[in-house]
């Protein structure tokens, strides 16, 4: 498979790039650039090693798909979800001092939402969860909680880690943090998620019950502070959660020379099914660079959960890609954060189309697409792998108040 004349962001000029067994096997300069590089190339064995390169990823001699400058970036990578609580809707009634209350809160006024949206089965929970992150662009997502069936291959569900909830919820959390034999999988948990002493007092008592000094990944941390942030691998920053339930974020403009930061969206019990919401959201905080909130959810990510096959668009690394149509008038970074679902012209995981525009159809099934095993979605502008529109009728018939995406339904 080729595609040709896409944008990096925050690159200059257009690239083509060459795709076989699920990999990136070549990234070259796109349009006129590559013209001109190869009007200038005199090496005839360079020359023939290209051209068997290019003819092993592409035998069939396609000129490539053209994609006009349209943005190309490396699968996303959510480093915290629950993926089997996303058909809840946003739960709460005002802002808390920390999640305990929130918690508490919750359960004693709105239980009646949640028992309804646990009548839905657990894996169409789980299925729809996966999907919500398909759709945004994130070819692996971090599930966090007990560890789940995951019976569909659509996007990677990272689970090779130990899952504690909180210090506040997790009963025995000292002894299952001390564990033998507990080997090198980091520690992942809620921590410092609130703006209170208490807060904070729960990071400092996390850190002294260390005792074999276990990798610790903390999520939210909106009360840590430098020193604390040096105790752990990473921090995964949820903004969005964290200003719906406390109206206030973790100080990552200062915890970030101290601690690796890593991007998460949460569940929609506390975020936007829309994760580019939440990603513009976090650049308006400003309190990462632009090129390293793009590193938050490609290379920090695969750094720190070891997934060092994904992440960046080289030769060799997995062909886990996302293309994307830019807003008119963007360019540069601000074509990629003004990205929304609906934007998405194809998505790739391993080499093979998840979701595609109706546009790519043709292009896409003259290279060998199945094309009997995508459905139709926002008014037949997109196809998607399996059938969501069967999924949604499914769960809407355990929960008629589900809600989705209207671009998807209409």
């Given at each position: 498979?080729?595609?040709?004349d896409?944008r ?6 257009t690239i ?28 005839l ?10 003819d ?10 053209p ?23 946003l ?7 920390n ?23 657990h894996r169409?929970?789980i ?16 599930n ?8 569909m ?15 506040g919820?997790e009963?025995n ?8 034999l507990?080997g ?6 809620h ?20 005792l074999f ?10 009360a ?24 206030k ?49 490609t ?6 959960w ?17 293309i ?8 540069g ?56 529109a069967?999924l ?5 018939s355990y ?8 671009w998807i339904?209409?």
């Amino acid at each position: 498979m080729r595609l040709n004349d896409l944008r990096v962001p925050g690159q200059e000029g257009t690239i083509d790039l060459v795709i076989g067994d699920g990999n990136i096997v070549s990234v070259s300069p796109g349009g006129e650039a590559a013209t001109r590089k190869r009007s200038k190339t005199r090496d005839l064995a360079a020359t023939r090693d290209l051209a068997a390169t290019r003819d092993h990823a592409n035998p069939s001699g396609q000129e490539g798909i053209p994609f006009d400058g349209a943005i190309v970036f490396a699968g996303l990578i959510n480093s915290h979800d629950h993926l089997d609580f996303n058909l809840f809707p946003l739960l709460g009634n005002r802002v808390y001092t920390n999640y305990t209350q929130w918690g508490s809160d919750i359960h004693a006024n709105q239980s009646s939402v949640i028992r309804e949206v646990l009548k839905v089965p657990h894996r169409l929970r789980i299925a729809w969860g996966i999907y919500k992150n398909l759709l945004n662009g994130f070819t692996t997502v971090v599930n966090h909680g007990t560890l789940l069936p995951v019976e569909m291959d659509l996007i990677d569900v990272f689970q090779q880690c130990h899952c504690l909830h909180s210090v506040g919820f997790e009963s025995n959390w000292k002894w299952k943090l001390n564990r033998p034999l507990a080997g090198w999988r980091p520690f992942v948990l809620h921590v410092g998620e609130g703006t209170d002493v208490p807060a904070s007092e729960e990071i400092d008592r996390l850190i002294h019950w260390n005792l074999f000094r276990r990798p610790l990944i903390g999520i939210h941390g909106v009360a840590m502070n430098e020193e604390q942030a040096a105790s752990f691998r990473a921090l995964v920053w949820c903004p969005a959660s964290n200003y719906f339930l406390l109206n206030k974020t973790a100080p990552v403009a200062r915890l970030k020379d101290r601690v690796p930061i890593l991007f998460g969206t949460d569940s929609t019990l506390t975020g936007s099914w829309n994760g580019w919401q939440q990603i513009r959201q976090a650049r308006e905080e400003k309190a990462l660079t632009d090129q390293e909130l793009l590193a938050t959810l490609t290379t920090t990510p695969a750094r720190i959960w070891r997934l060092h096959d994904r992440g960046e668009i080289a030769p060799g690394k997995l062909a886990d890609l996302v293309i994307a149509r830019p807003k008119p008038g963007l360019r540069g970074m601000d074509a990629f954060f003004g990205v929304d679902p609906e934007d998405l012209l194809l998505v790739l995981r391993r080499g093979r189309p998840l979701l595609f525009d109706a546009r790519l159809r043709q292009a896409l099934t003259d290279g060998g697409l199945e094309a009997a095993r995508y459905k139709s979605i926002a008014s037949g502008s997109k196809y998607v792998l399996g059938d969501l529109a069967g999924l949604i009728a499914e769960i809407r018939s355990y929960f008629p108040q589900a809600e989705f995406p209207r671009w998807i339904t209409e």
